[in-house]
């Protein structure tokens, strides 16, 4: 009983503390660059044992769904994130 308070107390110490900048940019980009398409994955392949194979994927974000400004996606997260704007312009992919 006491170790499972001590984990939970644990995990409430960590979520109250105040994310560095740079790690809130880097996360919040990584959330605007999906506000702006669909992700797609595709693997193809073969193997000695079980022979060709092949996955694929699509995921929306619903920041895309909404038709959400990846810009403003980037900004309001980190402002989220870090109670202050951001301390460098987003990078996204072309």
């Known amino acids: ?7 939970i107390g644990a995990v409430f110490v960590a979520a109250c503390t105040p994310m ?3 790690r809130a940019a880097d996360r919040c980009e990584e959330r605007a660059r999906s506000a ?3 992700d ?7 193997n000695s044992n079980s022979g060709p194979f092949g996955a694929a994927s699509i995921g929306f ?3 895309f769904l909404r038709g959400r400004d990846p810009l403003e996606v980037y900004e309001s997260c980190v402002i989220d994130l870090t109670g ?7 990078r996204l992919r072309a």
């Open 40 to 46: 797609v994955g595709l693997s193809i392949g073969a």
């Open 84 to 90: 202050q704007p951001p301390i460098r312009p987003v």
């Open 61 to 63: 974000s619903t920041d």
């Open 36 to 38: 702006q398409g669909p």
């Open 20 to 22: 560095t900048p740079e």
């Open 1 to 7: 009983m006491i170790r499972v308070a001590f984990i």
